[in-house]
């Protein structure tokens, strides 16, 4: 990883902590760069009603396109509250990704990150182990 991937798994797992998770006290953070180098970021926002909920990586790709972004080039995305496996982005907040060309993603985990090609990522089922 280089130097702006690092910077990305650190600002994901900061944002993580501002998540509005009152009910499953799961905090998930995330920081992706566009073509252009602007960084964005977002939290999960929780809501009583659970389909109002949105992901953390979808925040940040919405603050992104929403200020004329339409390439993404890499996505990090950390869960300061996962214990036992890393999380990966669920299949909605992947799908928004692939509208947007994402390249790589970072999945940080208990401090330490890792970084997947999209098209490896996509087909993950937030059961895969962070170890080989």
Do not use: W
């Amino acid at each position: 990883m280089n130097e702006s991937d690092t910077k990305l798994a650190k600002l994901a797992e900061e944002i993580a902590k501002t998540a509005y998770a009152p009910y499953s006290k799961f905090r998930v953070g995330a920081a992706l760069i566009t073509s252009s180098g602007n960084i964005y970021t977002g939290c999960n926002i929780e809501n009583a009603s659970y389909p109002a909920t949105v992901c953390a990586e979808d925040v940040a790709v919405f603050k992104a396109i929403s200020e004329g972004e339409t390439k993404i080039e890499t996505l990090a995305v950390a869960c300061i509250d996962a214990e036992e496996q890393p999380i990966f982005p669920c299949g909605v907040s992947r799908q928004r990704m692939s509208e947007f060309g994402t390249e790589d993603v970072i999945v940080v985990h208990k401090g330490e990150a890792k970084k997947y090609k999209f098209e490896d990522v996509l087909p993950f089922d937030n059961k895969i182990k962070f170890k080989d």
